[in-house]
């Protein structure tokens, strides 16, 4: 069945505010953009854009539900992924302003069972990616369908425990799901209160959000929107997944409605005070005097000198992405009910032509033959990280996928002829580049932190 059958273009939601002509116009763009190709990569969206605190676009567009033929509306409801990071983050930070709990506290003030290791865990090291804790989904629990399994917090607590740090907290930035684990099980250690409720009561409500709920598999959630994933060229409903190890670092469902009331309540000093807010907007310093491009629970990253600050998601069945350019006062969510590790480029293409430049890429800034591609398509091989990159060429497109299965169909966008950015990881800005001596392709480098060098072996 062709997905052009079971989508359905909505109207326009906008507020009633004059808009200037460039303004109209510029709806009309980002209309046809959105229309044009959101089918590449989700049966449905949502998307938001605001401009000086006014909404500009509001759209829901496609299908909801391709069993039932819903079409996806902007009052659906859908994952969020890791931008439930943000209210994690946020509601410690409520709770520092509240004074019931310091940034530099040790964290095993909170965990008694997690064990000293020789440092001092601080709750901001969670809250910046720089604890050094092993990321629980790195952990091989020699267990079938892992993500079915319904884990206690002890159990999950007691397996981190178990590992050393991959370094002294405050030296290295390393995004870790464990990090906002334990940030969700901080929260409830102080409250006495489950994460659930806690932030209905503490969170949701004061910011006026109706549409922002903690999963469940069988609470009645209205609105619900189905999510997908994708494979053998067609859409299937994902497996089951079990909230209990996305927890707080990703497991509410929001609508782009509330993201946008959640942003307005943030900057207005609702939540937490704004000389809080201001310093999770602030990228942290680690012990050596370097600054990552991480807070508290946000991304903010300066290219181009435009600065951009926000979170992406992504878990089975969605991605999603939210961010603000505050030097524009521009905002911009999008929400796609799909897994195809597609959105961030659907995203970016809204940015680049909302916002210009910067971290909206223009994607097809420049293209290369089919020959040239072709000539960068194979295996490659690093024996240190015993990972292998399969590089292959799709619909003029070169494309990626990771031995360890946490990448697939990873797209490469070039910059140059040899150069590319892979802007379907959004925790790090990751580049690749391809060695090419006498005509033949030797290696890949792929630069995050430092570069990494993959030997081409066919």
């Known amino acids: 069945m062709k997905l052009s059958l079971l989508c359905c273009l909505l109207p326009v939601s906008l507020l009633s505010f004059a808009q200037s002509k460039d303004d109209k116009e510029l709806v ?68 520092v302003d509240k004074g019931l709990v310091s940034l530099t506290d040790s964290i095993q003030q909170y965990l008694k069972n997690f064990h000293f290791k020789g440092y001092t865990i601080r709750v901001e090291h969670l809250l910046t990616h720089t604890s050094g804790i092993i990321g629980y989904e790195q952990i091989n629990v020699r267990m079938p369908n892992v993500t079915r399994v319904d884990f206690s917090q002890a159990t999950v607590l007691d397996s981190l425990d178990k590992h050393a740090l991959l370094f002294a907290p405050g030296t290295k930035f390393n995004y870790s799901n464990s990090n906002y684990f334990l940030a969700g099980m901080i929260i409830e250690a102080i409250t006495g209160k489950s994460y659930a409720s806690y932030l209905k009561e503490n969170i949701f409500q004061p910011a006026g959000l109706t549409a922002t709920y903690y999963e469940s598999a069988t ?78 629970g946000f991304f903010v990253r300066e290219e181009q000198g435009m600065l951009s600050v926000g979170h992406g998601g992504a878990i089975d069945g969605f991605r999603a992405t939210e961010m603000y350019y505050p030097q524009q006062d521009i905002y911009i969510a999008c929400l796609l009910n799909s897994s195809k590790d597609d959105e961030a480029r659907l995203f970016q293409s809204i940015a680049s032509l909302v916002v210009g430049t ?34 292959y060429v799709e619909n003029g ?25 892979l802007p379907d990881i959004k925790r790090i800005k990751t580049t690749a580049t391809f060695i090419v001596d006498k005509g033949n392709t030797s290696a890949l480098e792929i630069t995050q932190d430092k570069p990494i060098r993959f030997l081409k072996i066919q």
């Open 219 to 296: 609470e009645l959630i209205p609105n619900r929107t189905n999510g997908y994933s994708f494979y053998d060229n067609r859409y299937w409903n994902p497996d089951y997944m079990s909230m209990s190890l996305v927890y707080s670092a990703g497991a509410l469902l929001s609508n782009t409605n509330d993201l946008f009331r959640w942003h307005q309540a943030l900057y207005s000093g609702k939540i937490i005070k704004k000389e809080t807010l201001q310093k999770a907007i602030t990228p942290y310093t680690l012990a050596d005097g370097t600054k990552i491009d991480y807070g508290y």
């Open 358 to 391: 910067g971290t909206g890429q223009n994607l097809n800034a420049l293209n290369l033959s089919e020959e040239q591609l072709q000539l960068y398509a194979g295996t490659y091989t690093n024996e240190q990280y015993k990972l292998t990159i399969k590089v």
């Open 28 to 95: 009309k763009q980002i209309d046809k953009l959105i229309g044009e190709q959101y089918q590449q990569y989700a049966p449905g969206c949502q998307v938001l854009v605001a401009k000086k605190g006014q909404v500009l676009y509001h759209k829901g567009v496609g299908s909801a539900n391709l069993e039932l033929n819903v079409p996806m509306t902007t009052g659906m409801v859908l994952r969020i992924g890791s931008i439930t990071k943000q209210f994690t983050a946020v509601t410690l930070l409520q709770l």
């Open 397 to 421: 497109r070169i494309y990626g996928d990771l031995s360890n299965g946490t990448g697939t169909h990873l797209i490469f966008i070039p910059t140059t002829t040899t150069h590319f950015i």
